[in-house]
């Protein structure tokens, strides 16, 4: 292959800068509301949605030697727009030429869904938690395995490009694709739109759970027994106040009667107590 089949090297601002232009001129003339994929650095993804998507796709081998070319694109902001609704990535990227790309995901099978969601059943109350993929390892783990998790693969994912390239995952079409984890870094609630498939069902699995019978019966749950109930919900939970001791009024007792005497009583009392001896002497002197 001579020289001449390879086109000139263009520096990263240059793609930059035309990239930009291309995406000025598309708005201005079309009045489409672009939606371009710009990173703040080098890294594609940061959160764990993000990162899990990269991930997913570098875990391919049907993918591996197209995709680094992929990453230099979306780093370039040759990503102009980037579309994501119900089972469809549609995109332009900026290459030698506006190329148009049209990913299509095939939804969720019905049955790993509800398999999925009966592993998860009560293990996920919270959306924000999630969201964010604040969750067990052993949910983040069930969710990215390759076998019986969420993200698709290969098999599951039709591409296309307009460019001339005869391979499926060009580096236009890889572009787009990590495009799709920086996107979810902001909007993770678009991987379930994606797919198919309602996260709110998720939550709902786990609010029937704690609603059933035996939740209701009042029996305690031996596993929940012991543990640090603010941890599990993620609120502070104040401990109820202990229950004070009940004081007994005290009786007071009424003050005894007193005896009221009269001073002849009081007289009597007086003889009654003199003593034998001291009587025997008054009589003697009265006698003499």
């Known amino acids: 292959m001579s020289w001449h089949s390879f086109r000139p090297y263009v520096s990263v601002a240059a793609r930059r800068r035309k990239a930009e232009s291309a995406a000025k001129k598309m708005a201005s003339k079309s009045g489409r509301v672009l939606s371009p994929v710009h990173l703040s650095g080098r890294v594609i993804a940061i959160t764990f949605w993000g990162k899990a998507w990269c991930d997913n796709l570098e875990s391919y081998s049907d993918y591996a030697n197209r995709l680094p070319r992929g990453r230099t694109y979306v780093r370039n902001g040759s990503v102009i727009d980037l579309q994501i609704s119900t089972g469809q990535v549609r995109a332009l990227v900026q290459g030698s030429e506006l190329y148009k790309i049209a990913i299509d995901f095939r939804a969720l099978p019905p049955k790993p869904w509800e398999a999925f969601k009966n592993r998860c059943s009560g293990k996920i109350t919270n959306l924000l938690d999630l969201l964010q993929g604040r969750l067990s390892k052993e949910i983040l783990a069930d969710m990215t395995s390759r076998d019986t998790?969420?993200?698709?693969?290969?098999?599951?994912?039709?591409?296309?490009?307009?460019?001339?390239?005869?391979?499926d995952m060009c580096k236009h079409v890889a572009a787009v694709l990590y495009g799709v984890g920086a996107r979810l870094?902001?909007?993770?609630?678009?991987?379930?739109?994606?797919?198919?498939?309602?996260?709110?069902?998720?939550?709902?699995?786990?609010?029937?759970?704690?609603?059933?019978?035996?939740?209701?019966?009042?029996?305690?749950?031996?596993?929940?027994?012991?543990?640090?109930?603010?941890?599990?919900?993620?609120?502070?939970?104040?401990?109820?106040?202990?229950?004070?001791?009940?004081?007994?009024?005290?009786?007071?007792?009424?003050?005894?009667?007193k005896s009221v005497k009269s001073s002849k009583a009081k007289k009597a009392v007086a003889k009654a107590s003199t003593s034998p001896a001291r009587a025997a002497r008054a009589s003697k002197t009265r006698s003499v």
């Open 149 to 167: 998790g969420l993200f698709p693969g290969p098999k599951e994912i039709d591409l296309d490009c307009s460019c001339p390239d005869w391979a």
């Open 185 to 257: 870094d902001d909007k993770p609630d678009l991987f379930f739109t994606l797919r198919g498939v309602d996260m709110q069902e998720l939550i709902t699995a786990a609010s029937v759970t704690a609603t059933t019978p035996l939740a209701q019966s009042g029996a305690p749950d031996s596993a929940l027994a012991g543990e640090d109930l603010s941890q599990i919900f993620g609120v502070e939970i104040e401990a109820a106040p202990a229950a004070s001791p009940v004081k007994t009024p005290r009786v007071r007792k009424a003050p005894a009667a």
